[in-house]
T-cell receptor, first 110, second 113 residues
Framework: TQLLEQSPQFLSIQEGENLTVYCNSSSVFSSLQWYRQEPGEGPVLLVTVVTGGEVKKLKRLTFQFGDARKDSSLHITAAQPGDTGLYLCAGLTYGQNFVFGPGTRLSVLP | NAGVTQTPKFQVLKTGQSMTLQCAQDMNHNSMYWYRQDPGMGLRLIYYSASEGTTDKGEVPNGYNVSRLNKREFSLRLESAAPSQTSVYFC????????????FGQGTRLTVV
């Protein structure tokens, strides 16, 4: 069974602070993805990382893929209340299925 | 562009009742999925369909059945609902390109009393 773990499970910070959330896997996936989910909505893709060591930036969000392609991190600089939500990492298997981690629930207080 | 549409958005069932959750996508995707989301457990795959006419069990298929009616539609049926099936259900679809992404519906919040 391919599993993804995320930490921390919950994070509450003040506006303007930086934070990092982590995603660790017991397996290698075809690619690893980060999704963000807001209340009452389905998850929406933020980024896909494919190559070991890859770093991608999306405005204030920086995504890193570990060299062994089994772990990833999401760093948010100067968090804003609009960043509040559930962040999910997901691995795309070679059989084209998505395995999701349990998520990190982020709350950014104004 | 509607994307993935799920109905209903909310449902309350009594134990033992049956119901079907509907899902349709307009992106011409081959693959479709049903997940359930429970607090602290992320999204768990119930069933998936890699193409029209095929369905396969995921991680938690017990108590559910699915039908891939055509390329657009993938339904999830609960034959005899149980309180343990109280959850939020998401339908998703994806294309065939390498490192594709999943597109999700808005979810169905189901309560079984």
């Amino acid at each position: 069974t391919q599993l993804l773990e995320q930490s921390p499970q919950f994070l509450s910070i003040q506006e303007g602070e930086n934070l990092t959330v982590y995603c660790n896997s017991s397996s290698v996936f075809s690619s690893l993805q980060w999704y963000r989910q807001e209340p009452g909505e389905g998850p929406v893709l933020l980024v896909t990382v494919v190559t070991g060591g890859e770093v991608k930036k999306l405005k204030r969000l920086t995504f890193q893929f570990g060299d062994a392609r089994k772990d990833s991190s999401l760093h948010i600089t100067a968090a804003q209340p609009g960043d509040t939500g559930l962040y999910l990492c997901a691995g795309l298997t070679y059989g084209q299925n998505f395995v999701f981690g349990p998520g990190t629930r982020l709350s950014v207080l104004p | 562009n509607a994307g993935v549409t799920q109905t209903p958005k909310f449902q309350v069932l009594k134990t033992g009742q049956s119901m079907t959750l509907q899902c349709a996508q307009d992106m011409n995707h081959n693959s479709m999925y049903w997940y359930r989301q429970d607090p602290g457990m992320g999204l768990r795959l119930i069933y998936y369909s890699a193409s029209e006419g095929t369905t396969d069990k995921g991680e938690v298929p017990n108590g559910y059945n699915v039908s891939r009616l055509n390329k657009r539609e993938f339904s999830l049926r609960l034959e005899s609902a149980a309180p343990s099936q109280t959850s939020v259900y998401f339908c998703a679809s994806s294309g065939r390109k390498m490192n594709t992404e999943a597109f999700f519906g808005q979810g169905t919040r189901l309560t079984v009393v």
